[in-house]
Structure formats: structure tokens, C-alpha cells
């Protein structure tokens, strides 16, 4: 029988435009995992964190900046592993920057794209979608209930 495992979390940061949300996507860099995929902030949720306390911290790490605004998609990244026969619950994030990131050494560039153009550059059907989804949620607005941190 399958595991079921919650070990990542998907980050979306965005910054807010006077027209639409433009989402920041980082480029793997070469000799890491995913080398020069674009993809949005990710990371593994240690043992004594809660899935948003990682989001936070990923955040932090690979683009130098704590959000301005932090909240919960009320939706996860499902996705399944054949090697492991495990499928993969991952809390998804929504996350607004005020600058530019600061790159670590797990990426050598960054862009930032409106949600349709950013989505065209992700591989993964999921986060494709959870990065439309974080679109309609800003330009619908966010329920307070969703909100970790201003």
C-alpha cells in the first residue's frame, strides 16, 4: 500500500503591480537538483517545524527577504513518487516580496512574470496550477482566515 508523506512545501512569491501580481520564479543552478529548471520557492519541512514555519524559512533562504505577506493556499501540491511508491501532500504558500531576491548558491537567476507567463515556464501540471490559483486569490481577495503573517 501507498505511503502518504508531507515532507516540502511549495512557496509562491509574488510582488504586487498596478496592473496584475508579477510571480518571482528562481533558476536552478547548474549541479543542483533541477539544474536550470525555473521554479518557484520549495523546500523540506525539518522535524521540529510546522509546514508554514518552513515556508517562512525557505523564503528567507533563497531570496534573502521575510514576506511582507504571508498566507495558505487552500489547496496542496499532490504528487506521486513510483520509486518510493509514496504520494506527496505538499502545503502550498503564497508569499509577497518587496525588492528583488538576494540569490543563494542553489539558483544563478531570477525573473518575475505575470501568472500566466510565469505557469509556461514551471514544469509540473500542480504548481502550474497552484500558481494560477494564487493569481485569482490576490485579484479576488485573500480570506483573512488564510493569512499567517503581515
Avoid: C
Amino acid at each position: 500500500m501507498s505511503k502518504t508523506s508531507i515532507r516540502v512545501v511549495d512557496v509562491y512569491p509574488y510582488r504586487e503591480t498596478s496592473v496584475n501580481p508579477e510571480f518571482l520564479l528562481l533558476r536552478r543552478a547548474p549541479d543542483t537538483k533541477y539544474a536550470g529548471q525555473w521554479r518557484m520557492v520549495g523546500g523540506k519541512i525539518r522535524t521540529d517545524e510546522a509546514a508554514w514555519e518552513t515556508g517562512l524559512r525557505e523564503v528567507k533562504e533563497e531570496t534573502g527577504q521575510a514576506p511582507t505577506h504571508f498566507w495558505s493556499l487552500p489547496s496542496v501540491n499532490a504528487f506521486y513518487e513510483w520509486q518510493e511508491d509514496r504520494i506527496n501532500l505538499s502545503p502550498a504558500f503564497g508569499a509577497a516580496l518587496s525588492d528583488d531576491p538576494t540569490l543563494d548558491d542553489e539558483h544563478d537567476a531570477f525573473g518575475w512574470w505575470p501568472a500566466r507567463e510565469a505557469a509556461q515556464r514551471l514544469d509540473w501540471p500542480e504548481q502550474k496550477r497552484l500558481l494560477r490559483l494564487a493569481d485569482r486569490m490576490l485579484r479576488d481577495g485573500i480570506p483573512p482566515s488564510l493569512v499567517i503573517a503581515t
